[in-house]
């Protein structure tokens, strides 16, 4: 699993004009080949009375999978510029579709690039975008006299307590940094004396987005 990753979260829609063309980018989430060719499929029938639908994406831990199309447009003018765009934003599991209603000017080569480049940074600027960072979903057990202490321990380290229960003992829910993991463990055990009990639930990706806490199995 990569260590953190930018994606989208919800993907948006922004448009430039161009001396009369219309461009509108459309960005969508998405894990597989399946879903961007559907995807591109989708939009191809909603604006089916443009001329282009350029398209681009990116998929995979690794970008195993990088597409781009330019529909119809002067080869390199369209796809690759937005493939670059999401390249240089470094994003993952990521496509965009561009739909270009033509004015009846012509842009050139130069006008093309910049233009279905301006109009994926639009579409990427309506969209929420976050950064997944692998976590490890992690329960501690305690007694009633260590709850205190390891409340200022888990809010000293930024590590968010996501679930609580007060029975006979005390067992936090917390979400662990996977890098932070032995740290955060070792910590705990200094703090209570060893009378803590660390168990790790399970793994995966969490992302923070407006101060909310995001969970993903993925």
């Not at 975008?129 to 501690?140: A, D, F, N, P, Q």
Request: net charge negative; aromatic share 8%; glycine share 8%.
């Amino acid at each position: 699993m990569l260590e953190q990753y930018k994606t989208i979260y919800q993907g948006g829609t922004g448009e430039i004009v161009e001396k009369k063309s219309r461009f509108i980018a459309t960005v969508r989430p998405v894990k597989t080949e399946e879903e961007a060719m559907l995807f591109i499929e989708e939009m191809k029938k909603k604006y089916w009375d443009a001329r282009h639908n350029c398209s681009a994406w990116v998929i995979g831990e690794r970008r195993e999978s990088m597409r781009c199309s330019d529909d119809g447009e002067p080869q390199g003018t369209a796809g690759k510029p937005m493939l670059d765009v999401l390249l240089g934003e470094e994003l993952y599991n990521t496509a965009v579709v561009v739909t270009r209603y033509f004015g009846g000017t012509l842009l050139g080569t130069g006008g093309l690039v910049r233009a279905y480049s301006k109009a994926v940074q639009e579409g990427l600027a309506a969209s929420r975008v976050i950064t997944k960072r692998h976590g490890i979903l992690t329960e501690v057990g305690t007694d009633y006299n260590g709850v205190g202490k390891l409340q200022y321990l888990f809010a000293q380290s930024d590590i968010p307590i996501m679930d609580s229960v007060y029975a006979e003992d005390v067992r936090l829910q917390v979400l662990v940094p996977a890098a932070e993991a032995e740290r955060v463990k070792k910590a705990v055990t200094e703090a209570t004396s060893a009378r803590a009990s660390v168990t790790e639930v399970k793994e995966l990706y969490f992302a923070v987005s407006d101060g909310e806490y995001l969970l993903f199995d993925d």
